[in-house]
């Protein structure tokens, strides 16, 4: 008789990428905001029917007055959110990615970032986070919303991360998109020597042979291919670079000044991301370097089990690690 | 007829002549709606909105948001004709480094709330602007103008479906009907009627009248301004071109080109008593 294996399923609605047995904090969004908005009365909260899926819950129920419900209408959340501002108040709305981007992408543009208003939009399930398929997977929208005047756009790590992101995109005066890690989310950064600071990139490990520029959760995973390269005395550097705009070029161009194998991992299509933003960083400084981009293929992904497609699309520890000595 | 009817009714009518002294400026335009939608403008903004000419930021004021941003040039003249413009600013109209660009844009101009023109976004604005000021305690209220036409929006309908949840009576939405798009004739476009029974089933309050009888129209709004726990709409309808008979009647009537004589000669029927 065979021993049964456990089988992978999709477990899609809840699907979480941190590893077994890794320190997570609860809802870090939704407590960050219930945090800042004790001390800020004007901040207030929007959804679109997905308070529960992107822990605006949390906020919902400490400040039932000042979160908005809007129902599966996600044009109309970001036009009331535009609305919000006009009249002096600092929105967070939240919905998945897909929908903020895709769906109601006109309304970001033209009710928020064009008169610059401080609304912050917070997208979960960003990239590759679920396993539901194209619907839900946002693997674009770094792409989409780069080319968006005014726009901050943030694509945090872990809690830390988020904790600290949240206040800093509220004292912002112009718009926001941070693409939301939620749930249960692993806790990485407090080992390290790390405060988050909005447009800085901020390098978490030097090393010598290898420079890795990563941003949102493939940060934690190039923290992790560092120390198992570390075991074969491959020296790893890792530059965080949680801002996607406006991107951090002074750090890319000063880590990226020697001949270091440079290697971009971001949980986002290899079209439009980081690779093209640290690409078109050195070109336009007139700089000529190769570039190995970790990043999801130019497709459409499939359905399946989290931990299955970051291995199949190359976003696992193991896949990174390989692919960098592949390289070297 | 009442003064404060009259009044309006001349406020209108030059309402009128500035449209057309713009008009004259690019030759060509939103001529058309904006004669049309002049009666609606003299009454909302010299009978209903609360606000200060000189200080167009002032906290207080009700908010007036032109969804159709295109029709700038009638909320131009009627920010003229509501001093909040200089008159003679609207010479400006469309040209370059003016702070009256053909289509609202709300960076440009005192008075302009929003920039509209990608329709469809009016009333999800008002519907944030209506809560924001409901939790804050301000009584001010949100007027906002939409076409016939951009009721094919669906974030409209969304919008409308948020202010009723929400209770928004703070909302009033104004809907120039006009019966013509783009394309042609709404109800060869895309069918958009029962009007009133679309938004009594979404939870408004809805009065329909004719949108250039000004004394209908203040009734109208009187009526809606009432206290109530919905949101309201007053559908108007109204006639492209309205006031210069021979624009009324012409063909090519969404985006209205216009010969060189005929300036004058439209002036000159709007001072004809209709």
Not at chain 1, 8 to 18: E, H, P, Q, W
Not at chain 1, 186 to 205: H, Q, W
Not at chain 2, 69 to 93: Q, S
Request: charged share 20%; proline share 5%; glycine share 10%.
């Amino acid at each position: 008789m065979s021993t049964p294996t456990k089988r992978l399923t999709t477990s899609a609605m809840i699907a979480s990428f941190a590893d077994e047995g890794q320190r997570t904090a609860k809802a870090p969004f939704g407590q960050a905001l219930v945090r800042l908005a004790r001390e800020r009365t004007d901040v207030v909260g929007l959804s679109a029917d997905l308070a529960k899926y992107t822990d605006m819950h949390v906020f919902r129920d400490a400040f039932p007055e000042r979160f908005f419900q809007m129902g599966m209408a996600e044009q109309v959340m970001l036009g009331a959110a535009a609305g919000l501002a006009e009249v002096g108040l600092v929105p967070f709305a939240s919905t998945y990615s897909v929908f903020a981007t895709r769906r109601a992408y006109d309304f970001l543009c033209l009710d928020i970032a064009e008169p610059s208003l401080n609304v912050n939009v917070v997208g979960a399930l960003p990239g590759l986070t679920t396993g539901y398929g194209p619907s839900h997977q946002a693997t674009e929208d770094l792409a989409i919303l780069r080319g968006m005047p005014n726009l901050t756009i943030v694509d945090p790590c872990d809690s830390v991360d988020i904790e600290q992101a949240v206040p800093a995109l509220a004292a912002t005066p112009g718009p926001t998109y941070m693409r939301l890690l939620r749930g249960n989310v692993p806790t990485v950064l407090d080992e390290y020597d790390y405060t988050f600071e909005l447009g800085k990139a901020a390098l978490l490990r030097p090393g010598r042979d290898v420079l890795m520029i990563s941003t949102g959760l493939m940060t934690m995973r190039a923290l992790q291919a560092a120390q198992r390269l570390e075991r074969d005395h491959i020296d790893v550097a890792v530059l965080h670079t949680p801002t996607i705009k406006p991107f951090d070029t002074a750090a890319v161009l000063r880590e990226t000044a020697g001949d270091r194998l440079v290697v971009t991992l971001e949980n986002h299509s290899v079209v439009g991301g980081l690779a093209e933003s640290v690409a078109s960083c050195l070109a336009f400084a007139g700089r000529g370097r190769r570039i190995v981009p970790v990043a999801l293929p130019d497709e459409f992904l499939a359905a399946g089990a989290l931990p299955t497609l970051h291995d199949r699309y190359g976003l696992s520890v193991d896949a990174v690690t390989a692919r960098v000595r592949a390289e070297l | 007829m009442s003064e404060r009817v009259r009044r309006l009714e001349e406020s209108a009518r030059r309402i009128r002549k500035y449209a057309l002294d713009m008009g004259e400026v690019q030759g060509q335009g939103y001529i058309g709606q904006a004669l049309g939608v002049a009666d609606v403008l003299a009454v909302v903004y010299g009978d209903q909105l609360r606000f200060r000419a000189h200080d167009p930021e002032w906290e207080g004021r009700d908010r007036f948001l032109l969804s159709i941003g295109h029709y700038a040039i009638a909320l131009y003249a009627a920010l003229a004709e509501a001093g909040v413009l200089d008159v003679a600013e609207l010479e400006t109209y469309g040209c370059d480094n003016s702070r009256l660009p053909m289509s609202g844009m709300a960076s440009c101009t005192p008075g302009m709330e929003i920039s509209g023109g990608s329709l469809g976004h009016g009333l999800g604005v008002a519907t944030g602007m209506a809560l924001g000021l409901r939790y804050r305690g301000s009584g001010a209220r949100v007027f906002t103008l939409l076409s016939d036409g951009e009721l094919d929006e669906g974030s409209t309908w969304e919008a409308a479906l948020a202010c009723a949840h929400h209770g928004l009576s703070n909302v009033t939405a104004v809907v120039d009907v006009n019966a013509l798009q783009a394309d042609g004739p709404t109800a060869g476009v895309l069918r958009t009627e029962p009007l009133v029974d679309k938004w009594k089933a979404f939870g408004w309050r809805a009065l329909r009248v004719d949108g250039n009888d000004v004394a209908a129209l203040v009734a109208a709004f009187d009526e809606l301004a009432e206290p109530g726990e919905k949101p309201a709409v007053l559908l108007c309808d109204t006639r492209v071109g309205r006031g210069v008979p021979f624009f009324e009647t012409r063909p090519k009537a969404h985006f209205m080109p216009v010969e060189e004589h005929e300036w004058q000669l439209a002036r000159e029927a709007l001072e004809v008593p209709a």
